[in-house]
């Protein structure tokens, strides 16, 4: 998962700004940002401007888990497949995907692929670069390594310290354009992942000096970064155009420019003042008013992230018959329309699910989806019913990191479980996400928690398997059923796209009654752009299709 | 006063000993696991967690860590960022625009406060002495951040006069915005001290003596007024100076300006231990250092001070 600090909540800078700017929205942002937009524009090229921030990680696909390296590898680098605004996967380098078996994938390559080295992109390229990042030898560097997992002969996480298996027993190069994929088990939706980053394949140079390399990667995508000097470190990154890539996405720009911010309040100044061109993320101290300020220029629509709270299988009172009423009581004590209005001025959508509404196969009407609706009448019964069984003692807290700006949702949610069941409810502030996060992975949380996901890739299965399955590596409550698994597996190995959608559908109904975690809503993605550009479109990743984007 | 300055450098030792390990207690106590907090909502797996404890040598006891990351100090080696890059390497890109920044802060800074200090110190009690007094008083009390935001909403966003961020591009006129914010949250206490010895030194015997010798105003006011006056300014806009060169966090993150205190407030984030010790232990020495130069600047402002 890349994870994003805007997503889980490692430090929004905007508590303090929402005084100020809250106050003084601009009633003509239109010729605000004409003003100065002539001095981007007198290069002559269309250089786009967005923002990010500096890589925490060594520039290779691999070692990268957080957004801001996530976006510049992303463009430097192409995969087997890409994802289109709608989250649709096509084939990029790869000409074929195939098997009989959704276990062994044969993958065909597209010629004429280089790096911008000018090496050639060969099967040994990608399985080469798979097996560099699933070596246990690799791990401190590693950081995606899990997405090999599902490979037969993956053993990064268990091998003795220092040791090194180079090569999974899963990937068989054929020759130059050919490589099989054996998985550990069957899964249909592996294709659909082929496109995250922890897949991009790697030049031979990068064998030779990784740590050279994450410093000026070498790649094969659409933009390429031309020297090292063009990454002027904490300041921004440089990308131009790669005259080499020979995949179908066109190009229709002269080269991105990503800009590091600190705060989403300074990027959010430069696009009023026309000195970024898009940005994909909105402080929340202008969230009531970047609608009029940007016009039809803002964008706020459903991401592929889904938050919720966890609580935990065995929280006292939370488990059994009468664990599954208090878990539908709570959940239907929540009034998400309101929350999710008031407090994100919209930038949320309630949830209707466990996956996301850009997701192939996402429903609002799964059947027991009933339980997310607000409906305080049958939330006191269904209470009463369990207290019937055991009679309900203490409060009922819900763990947050306090430097994400969590605290006001979840004090909304908490009030709205007082005010409906009448017991008492609060927040369980942690000073920062490290801290929360040690005592969740420990087990130490003494209550309910909040959790959230992005999706890797688009697929229904990617927000349930790792999170509800027994044993996952997230799946912080410990939650186990054997029913909800064997619908996964089942998912996971149907024949067809429709039909795995169906077990997807199906394991999600058992989760709406045991209710592992309480859906809460979608986050949005929201951003903006200047009216200095034109096309802009946010893919089902929350990032702009930036080759995409031309400048007026 | 060459035995002075070592004396003073000499003091400065036990101070940066005793920094680094109380920064270095901190950092190491903060709650939270930074290793973790890599990974988002993701719990890696046990063998990367090991590898990365080792590669961090998070998994030894506080003093050994403290140890490892002293020896490595004298040896230079200020260690790495989690990116992997060298964090002296950083200290070099960081601080030049820490210090263009300060410097600049602090010439209108002192520019400000001795002209204003010095009529209204002329003009005591009139209307120019009470405006500047309110005006720096509202100035001083309002939080710097709230200075930057209206200054950049209003000068660079509406406006159009600046840019609203510094960014890449840290040249003398894209920082002026920051400076003339810092600036004007700083002069009002040396302004003040201005004005108060201005009144002070216009009532000293050599003033009278000028004036009784039949020299004009527009002598005796820069020879004898101004330039007495200065000593108290110029100490407190080096310490002033002393302090911007730590960082102007606020504002170097509200400017988005690539300095020391922007590094160091997302290297505080991300629990990077060894990039906070190092920052903070050259921001120590650059205090120490400005420090003795203010209290060696005394003598050379006024030859009654002597050191020995």
């Not at chain 1, 890409?82 to 649709?88: F, N, S, V």
């Not at chain 1, 009581?329 to 008031?342: G, Y």
């Not at chain 2, 009470?130 to 720096?136: A, H, K, M, S």
């Not at chain 2, 400017?255 to 050259?282: C, H, K, M």
Request: hydrophobic fraction near 45%; proline fraction near 5%; glycine fraction near 8%.
């Amino acid at each position: 998962m890349k994870f994003s600090k805007s997503v889980i909540g490692g430090a929004a800078l905007a508590s303090a700004s929402a005084l100020v700017l809250v106050g003084c929205s601009p009633e003509g942002s239109e010729s605000d940002s004409t003003a100065t937009a002539g001095d981007s524009a007198s290069t002559g090229a269309a250089i786009i401007k967005t923002n990010g921030s500096e890589p925490q990680n060594p520039l290779i696909p691999v070692a990268t888990n957080e957004t801001g390296g996530g976006k510049i590898i992303d463009a430097l680098f192409a995969g087997l497949v890409y994802y289109d605004a709608t989250g649709a996967a096509h084939n990029e380098v790869a000409e074929s995907i195939e098997t009989d078996d959704s276990q062994t994938f044969t993958v065909t390559l597209k010629d004429g692929w280089t790096f911008t080295d000018g090496t050639p992109v060969t099967a040994s390229s990608f399985v080469d670069a798979w097996n560099w990042g699933a070596d246990p030898a690799n791990s401190a560097t590693a950081l995606n390594s899990y997405f090999f997992e599902q490979i037969e002969g993956f053993d990064g996480y268990n091998s003795e310290e220092g040791a090194s298996n180079p090569e999974m027993s899963g990937l068989k190069v054929i020759d130059d354009s050919t490589f099989t994929i054996t998985l550990a088990a069957p899964n249909a939706e592996f294709p659909l992942a082929l496109g995250y980053s922890a897949f991009y394949p790697l030049p031979e140079s990068f064998f030779a000096d990784p740590e050279a390399f994450g410093k000026a990667p070498v790649g094969n995508g659409i933009y390429t970064l031309a020297s090292a000097d063009d990454w002027k470190h904490d300041v921004q990154i440089d990308l131009s155009v790669n005259d080499s890539y020979a995949g179908e996405r066109e190009v229709m720009n002269d080269g991105l420019s990503i800009v590091f911010y600190a705060s989403q309040d300074a990027a959010y100044a430069d696009l009023l003042a026309g000195n970024v061109d898009v940005i994909d993320g909105i402080p929340d101290a202008n969230l009531a008013t970047f609608g009029d300020d940007l016009g039809e220029r803002a964008v706020n629509q459903p991401a592929a992230i889904f938050q919720s709270f966890t609580i935990p299988q065995n929280l006292e009172h939370f488990s059994g018959e009468e664990g599954n009423l208090r878990r539908q009581a709570l959940s239907m004590a929540i009034n998400r329309d309101e929350i999710t209005n008031v407090i994100f001025q919209d930038t949320r959508t309630p949830a209707s699910d466990f996956t996301s509404p850009v997701i192939d196969g996402w429903s609002d009407s799964i059947p027991g989806s009933e339980v997310l609706e607000y409906n305080p009448e049958k939330a006191v019964e269904l209470w009463a019913e369990a207290d019937a069984i055991s009679p309900w003692s203490g409060t009922f807290s819900i763990g947050y990191n306090s430097d994400g700006g969590h605290q006001t949702w979840v004090e909304a949610v908490t009030n709205s479980i007082e005010n409906t069941l009448g017991i008492d409810a609060s927040g369980l502030p942690y000073a920062t996400f490290a801290d929360f996060r040690t005592d969740v992975t420990n087990r130490t949380i003494t209550g309910a928690f909040r959790t959230g996901w992005q999706a890797d890739y688009p697929s229904l299965e990617n927000f349930l398997g790792p999170i509800y399955y027994t044993g996952a590596g997230s799946n912080d409550g410990d939650y186990s059923s054997e029913e909800f698994d064997t619908l996964v597996d089942e998912g996971k190995t149907a024949s067809t796209p429709e039909e795995a959608i169906e077990k997807f559908q199906q394991a999600q109904e058992v989760l709406f009654t045991d209710l592992p975690a309480i859906p809460l809503w979608y986050s949005n993605v929201t951003g903006g752009y200047a009216d200095t550009v034109e096309n802009v479109q946010f893919d089902w990743h929350s990032v702009p299709l930036f080759y995409e984007i031309t400048k007026k | 006063m060459l035995m002075y300055v070592v004396r003073r450098l000499l003091q400065a030792v036990p101070v940066v000993i005793g920094t680094t390990f109380l920064i270095y207690f901190m950092v190491f106590s903060m709650p939270g696991d930074p290793i973790l907090a890599m990974f988002g909502d993701k719990t890696p797996s046990p063998a990367v967690y090991d590898a990365l404890a080792a590669q961090y040598h998070l998994d030894q006891p506080f003093i050994v860590q403290y140890g490892l990351y002293m020896k490595d100090l004298f040896t230079g080696n200020l260690g790495t960022t989690f990116s992997g890059e060298d964090v002296g390497t950083v200290l070099a890109r960081t601080f030049p625009v820490t210090l263009k920044l300060a410097a600049m802060a602090i010439t209108f800074e002192f520019i400000t406060a001795v002209v204003l200090g010095l009529f209204a110190g002329l003009r005591k009690g009139k209307l120019f002495d009470n405006i500047t007094l309110v005006i720096g008083l509202i100035l001083m009390s309002v939080p710097i951040f709230v200075l930057c935001f209206i200054a950049q909403y209003f000068v660079a966003i509406k406006w159009g006069w600046a840019s609203p961020t510094v960014g890449a591009d840290t040249s003398f006129s894209n920082m002026l915005l920051p400076a003339i914010v810092l600036a004007l949250s700083l002069f009002t206490t040396s302004m003040r001290l201005m004005r108060g010895t201005v009144i002070d030194t216009r009532s000293r015997d050599w003033v009278r003596t000028a004036y009784a010798k039949g020299l004009p105003a527009r002598r005796v006011i820069p020879v004898h007024v101004l330039r007495n006056s200065l000593i108290p300014v110029v100490t407190n806009s080096a310490a002033n100076f002393g302090v911007l060169m730590v960082g102007a966090t606020v504002t170097e993150g509200i400017f988005n300006i690539p300095g020391v205190g922007n590094t160091l407030y997302q290297a505080i984030v991300r629990g990077e231990g060894p990039t906070v010790v190092s920052f903070v232990t050259v921001m120590v020495l650059a205090y120490v250092a400005i420090n003795i130069l203010v209290d060696l600047l005394y003598a050379v402002l006024d030859p009654r001070i002597r050191y020995a």
